[in-house]
């Protein structure tokens, strides 16, 4: 007892008491800050409460806890880095401090909230509208006393929504907001773009979720429609109603889209012929989830079209009609929206847009159409029904009589017949869809072959894999292989055990740091660009061709394991790697691209602070270095890189220990030397005659500090002679080469 009313007459003394403000979360008053103070440390319930308008627990997750304020106020020092609130920006808080002249030695948030005014400038993040902290505090006053006596919102007006008028050219993206804070306020990056849009929320699981975005809305373009109790059906229709865009997007809380995927599908709304239009649906592992819905003969409820598939496969229906929306992301123009009377209600959390979509078509309004170039990322499962699919399938069936058509002919488009079907069910065992059996016509190898490719990779994935050399290495090769009249996936590694590999004809792995077993049926070939120590003899059985990116290792492996490894060195892309993609005459200055961990050295770069070059760096983990002054940016795209090389002074390059040990050559060193680039590498076995003297190897960090100090042109060949070399490496060295040689093996392996 005595230790709660010392830590409440802490609070109490501390000035961060906002009385009126916890009143209205509590529907109580107190007569004091002490009251209010024993009241909060005593409520069971303390961690959806606050007593400030500006902190917010929940936003400091996973560290929040029901004594963080208290923490906050008896150790204000250990917390100065942390922002309590989404709307408080501690950079820009300290900046208006220092500007005002106050000392902030426990943390800009303490130090600002107890000197703000009501005319005080909110230190909002960076891209929010200006706020003053009275009009914000007022706004989040009201929103407490809201939330704590909400009642649902009335049903939806469809005459009247159909009635009001619409801003022209503006998007409304509608999107229940729950789980948690964190999570839900990554919406707000949909409204990056051209500024035209507005993002309508709804939903709300939580106070904290509610006031949070209530105070979002007073910088952001945000409609804010709490009703926490509504299936997602009524949380969309609710958006709706709200908007005033004349296009709607509507997004499923388990739906994760990006920016641009908004931008284009608002701009194909511009298609009168268009109803209703989807994105492709992935999985986290990089499939599809859904391009759409099948309809098996006589069945109007769908299964998810291409499930499971690499998205490749749903590349080919691009553009094209489908039989209707089956996605957790759906987009329409507001006329159509409103002549429909929107989503049925009855259909709760499943198959409302296979609804929409097909009363859309019926009533003439426009086909339902997918657009593949706009991906959205769905957690839940493709096969994983939702408690309630047995009675929204029977719905569904009672409402349409008559399947749309047209499902086996995208099937076909996409490379497949459908050769059966099986029923699926829900957990309830009653049948929810019936699901294809699918197979491919195999295409004769005595002709011009168009194989099934599969690319496997080591790469994570999620929007991380392009940060992946192996991505865009794999994708270039992909690239290069449908120029020999190939259909090609690739896969991370989380899509590598899909049952659709079945459908393939060749299976290309890129050994990186796992073992991947040869697949059964299939002509598996092995491609070791990287780690070659972990690679080990037996796991080459059941590979009809085995290649590596070293002279070296192939020859030595070939003669110590009794397997033939044929050397296949890495390449470049000559589309993205030549000359003409400098911007500007080239620079002084040296250039080097890549990240640095504690476990490792970059003996080129320290040779070029050593010598006191110009230094361009690019990557992360530099800021404990020498080198930490020289970083540019964090990251480049590999689009960019072309550039860079071509415009350098000098292109710098090392290896991975066993990489240079064993002969494996960096493929920087191809990127760059096609550029026209000098380059300075360290030394690796039988790279000498690849580059001719564009590329400098020095044995010791001693011999390239002395190359950097020199006149670059006096130890490097002119410009003419690099660009022969370039033209050369361009040739003798592109994925078009490489994909010829693999899709010659796959051929023979096949008895072609």
């Given at each position: 007892m005595f230790r709660s009313l010392a830590d409440a007459v802490a609070i109490a003394r501390s000035g961060l008491v906002d009385r009126e403000y916890y009143e209205a979360l509590t529907g109580r008053r107190f007569p004091n800050a002490l009251a209010a103070a024993q009241h909060f440390l005593a409520a069971p319930e303390r961690s959806e409460l606050s007593l400030h308008p500006?902190?917010?627990?929940?936003?400091?997750?996973?560290?929040?806890?029901?004594?963080?304020?208290?923490?906050?106020?008896?150790?204000?020092?250990?917390?100065?880095?942390?922002?309590?609130?989404?709307?408080?920006?501690?950079?820009?808080?300290?900046?208006?401090?220092?500007?005002?002249?106050?000392?902030?030695?426990?943390?800009?948030?303490?130090?600002?909230?107890?000197?703000?005014?009501?005319?005080?400038?909110?230190?909002?993040?960076?891209?929010?509208?200006?706020?003053?902290?009275?009009?914000?505090?007022?706004?989040?006053?009201?929103?407490?006393?809201?939330?704590?006596?909400?009642?649902?919102?009335?049903?939806?007006?469809?005459?009247?929504?159909?009635?009001?008028?619409?801003?022209?050219?503006?998007?409304?993206?509608?999107?229940?907001?729950?789980?948690?804070?964190?999570?839900?306020?990554?919406?707000?990056?949909?409204?990056?773009?051209?500024?035209?849009?507005?993002?309508?929320?709804?939903?709300?699981?939580?106070?904290?979720?509610?006031?949070?975005?209530?105070?979002?809305?007073?910088?952001?373009?945000?409609?804010?429609?709490?009703?926490?109790?509504?299936?997602?059906?009524?949380?969309?229709?609710?958006?709706?109603?709200?908007?005033?865009?004349?296009?709607?997007?509507?997004?499923?809380?388990?739906?994760?889209?990006?920016?641009?995927?908004i931008a284009v599908l608002a701009d194909a709304l511009a298609d009168p012929m268009v109803g209703i239009l989807q994105p492709l649906n992935e999985t986290p592992s990089m499939l599809v989830h859904s391009a759409g819905a099948y309809f098996a003969p006589g069945e109007v409820v769908p299964s998810p079209l291409?499930?499971?598939?690499?998205?490749?496969?749903?590349?080919?229906?691009?553009?094209r009609t489908i039989p209707a929306a089956y996605s957790a992301v759906v987009a329409l123009r507001s006329e159509v929206f409103f002549a429909a009377r929107g989503f049925d209600?009855?259909?709760?959390?499943?198959?409302?847009?296979?609804?929409?979509?097909?009363?859309?078509?019926?009533?003439?309004?426009?086909?339902?159409?997918?657009?593949?170039?706009?991906?959205?990322?769905?957690?839940?499962?493709?096969?994983?029904?939702?408690?309630d699919a047995a009675a929204s399938a029977a719905l569904l069936r009672a409402g349409h009589t008559t399947a749309p058509s047209g499902s086996a002919e995208l099937l076909q488009a996409a490379g497949f017949v459908v050769s059966g079907r099986r029923a699926l069910r829900a957990a309830s065992g009653a049948e929810y869809f019936r699901e294809p059996e699918l197979s491919r016509p195999k295409a004769g190898v005595a002709a011009l072959p168009r194989l099934r490719w599969t690319i496997d990779t080591a790469v994570t994935a999620g929007w991380w894999a392009q940060l992946w050399g192996d991505w865009h290495f794999a994708n270039s090769l992909a690239a290069a292989l449908r120029r020999l009249g190939q259909q090609v996936a690739v896969d991370t590694k989380q899509a590598r055990g899909r049952?659709?590999?079945?459908?393939?004809?060749?299976v290309l792995t890129l050994r990186g740091l796992d073992e991947v077993p040869a697949a059964p049926g299939r002509v598996n070939l092995l491609w070791v660009i990287s780690h070659p120590d972990e690679v080990r003899p037996q796991e080459l059985t059941g590979y009809a061709g085995v290649f590596a990116a070293s002279r070296l290792w192939a020859a030595d492996r070939s003669l110590e394991w009794g397997v033939p490894v044929e050397p296949l060195l890495q390449c470049t892309d000559a589309d993205l790697f030549h000359p003409g993609r400098a911007q500007g005459p080239p620079t002084d200055h040296a250039v080097f691209v890549g990240n640095i961990r504690p476990d490792r050295t970059r003996p080129m770069v320290d040779a070029a602070v050593a010598a006191g070059v110009d230094l361009d760096l690019y990557g992360t983990g530099w800021e404990a270095t020498a080198a930490a002054a020289h970083v540019v940016s964090r990251k480049v795209a590999n689009t960019e890189l072309g550039r860079l090389y071509s415009e350098a002074g000098v292109v710098l390059n090392d290896h991975w220990q066993d990489m240079r040990r064993l002969g494996f050559v960096s493929n920087r060193l191809f990127d760059a030397v096609a550029c026209g680039a000098r380059v300075l590498s360290d030394s690796v076995p039988g790279a000498e005659d690849l580059f001719g003297d564009s590329v400098q190897f020095c044995a010791n960090p001693a011999d390239a500090e002395q190359l950097l100090r020199e006149l670059f042109d006096s130890n490097w060949p002119s410009l003419s002679e690099r660009l022969t070399t370039a033209d050369r490496v361009r040739t003798e060295h592109s994925f078009d080469q490489r994909a010829r040689v693999l899709l010659d093996r796959a051929i023979a392996a096949l008895g072609g």
């Open positions: 500006l902190f917010e627990p929940s936003y400091l997750e996973p560290k929040a806890g029901p004594d963080l304020f208290l923490e906050f106020v008896r150790q204000p020092a250990a917390h100065k880095s942390q922002s309590p609130h989404p709307c408080f920006d501690l950079k820009a808080a300290k900046r208006a401090l220092r500007a005002a002249g106050v000392a902030f030695p426990e943390g800009a948030w303490l130090a600002w909230t107890r000197t703000a005014t009501p005319t005080t400038p909110v230190p909002v993040p960076a891209g929010a509208r200006p706020v003053l902290w009275g009009e914000l505090r007022a706004a989040l006053v009201r929103a407490a006393a809201e939330w704590r006596t909400r009642t649902p919102p009335p049903a939806v007006d469809w005459d009247t929504a159909a009635g009001t008028p619409r801003q022209h050219g503006l998007t409304s993206i509608i999107v229940p907001i729950v789980g948690g804070l964190s999570t839900s306020l990554r919406r707000l990056a949909l409204l990056k773009g051209d500024g035209e849009r507005e993002l309508v929320c709804t939903g709300f699981t939580s106070r904290a979720l509610f006031c949070s975005f209530t105070a979002l809305a007073q910088m952001h373009p945000l409609r804010l429609v709490p009703d926490p109790g509504a299936n997602l059906a009524t949380q969309w229709n609710l958006g709706a109603a709200a908007s005033s865009g004349e296009r709607l997007v509507f997004l499923s809380p388990n739906a994760a889209v990006q920016a641009d995927a291409l499930s499971e598939h690499p998205t490749t496969d749903a590349d080919a229906l691009g553009g209600e009855r259909f709760a959390n499943d198959l409302a847009e296979v609804d929409l979509s097909l009363r859309v078509a019926a009533s003439g309004a426009g086909n339902a159409v997918l657009v593949p170039v706009a991906r959205a990322v769905v957690q839940a499962q493709p096969k994983a029904f939702p408690a049952e659709t590999r079945r459908f393939d004809d060749v």
